[in-house]
């Protein structure tokens, strides 16, 4: 299994390029970048972190269609992947379903978006002139007019529903599994990938990258704790979320040993003001990676089992810098 570091849109850039030092130095392979409508774009971070490293790979996940359109999307890829010397990774996803309704775009076809700008872009960046006619995006005659440094570049497909995990076997060259879904989903995601690359006559894609939040203390007991209420917040918002996506909710809750009643209660109760301890241990096993490093690593197996082939870490609680000190120190991966 690879390791990843991942970044968020609530950092600046200048706190993005310390982790990326600080993930170089554990040993981490990729830095992951994450950006949403209306919080910082990446650009900036993502390229400050490219110049202050010399070997972990840059990743976006994800970028998607509605805010830059897919020819955007192979130009400025491109461009990045040029200055970066190839360590780099794209991740392309339908994005967060109301923000993009708030920029006044329509959002009724995400697959189709998601499909369109997969095939615009990997036709761009192979030197192809593509015409594409889409249910989404369409283009006509367009080139990049620059050469492009690898033309076999792999897309990862950030995918929940099961649509979407089918289109990712069938287009993609790896599968973005999100943040607050449990291992068991992720077993069953790869089932339905498999299914959608079996359905086009093709291999499943290989590459199955998985987001988790991360706490690592030498104590069990506090690093458990720490987790607990940062899962509590993102389990919530997510949930809040899901009212307008029940294929969120889904992703959450299902192979998760959780029943959809007892994990609503659980929201409801966390909304109401009550504290993070009413999650129990469950919640902690299938939505972070927090213990003793022998408990890190036992989470570990989990999702090894479950088919991730490249875990990324969100260092969270209020002193990031110890988990990757017991990180480095213990070798955990």
């Known amino acids: 299994m690879k390791f990843g570091m991942r970044v968020h849109g609530g950092l600046p850039a200048t706190k993005c390029v310390e982790f990326a030092r600080l993930a170089e130095q554990v040993g981490f392979e990729t830095l992951w970048f994450a950006e949403n409508p209306f919080n910082r774009g990446v650009w900036p971070a993502m390229t400050a972190s490219l110049l202050a490293t010399d070997r972990i790979t840059i990743g976006i996940g994800v970028f998607n269609p509605y805010n830059r359109h897919p020819t955007l999307i192979a130009m400025e890829i491109a461009a990045f992947d040029e200055l970066a010397k190839g360590r780099t990774a794209l991740g392309i996803g339908s994005g967060i379903g109301d923000r993009v309704t708030r920029m006044g775009l329509s959002y009724a076809k995400p697959l189709a978006a998601l499909r369109d700008c997969t095939t615009i872009v990997r036709g761009m960046l192979r030197g192809e002139t593509v015409t594409h006619s889409g249910a989404v995006f369409s283009v006509e005659n367009v080139r990049l007019e620059c050469p492009v440094l690898r033309p076999d570049m792999p897309i990862y497909l950030a995918a929940t529903g099961d649509g979407a995990l089918r289109l990712a076997g069938q287009i993609a060259d790896g599968v973005m599994i999100s943040n607050m879904s449990p291992p068991g989903f ?77 994990f609503a209660s659980a929201m409801a109760a966390l909304d109401a003001g009550q504290e993070a301890g009413i999650l129990d241990d469950r919640y902690i096993d299938n939505y972070s990676l927090a213990g003793d490093p022998t408990g890190f690593a036992e989470g570990v197996e989990r999702f090894a089992a479950a088919g991730v082939t490249e875990l990324v870490l969100t260092l969270v609680g209020p002193e990031p810098e110890r988990t990757a000190k017991l990180l480095k120190e213990e070798l955990l991966f």
């Open 186 to 262: 992720t077993l069953r995601a790869r089932g339905l990938v498999a299914a959608g690359a079996e359905k086009v006559g093709r291999l499943p894609p290989g590459a199955i990258v998985q987001y988790v939040p991360c706490v690592i203390r030498e104590d069990d007991a506090e690093a458990r704790q720490i987790v607990r209420a940062t899962i509590a917040d993102m389990l919530s918002a997510y949930w809040r979320m899901g009212a307008v996506a029940p294929l969120m909710r889904e992703a959450m809750v299902r192979e998760s040993g959780i029943s959809m009643d007892e």
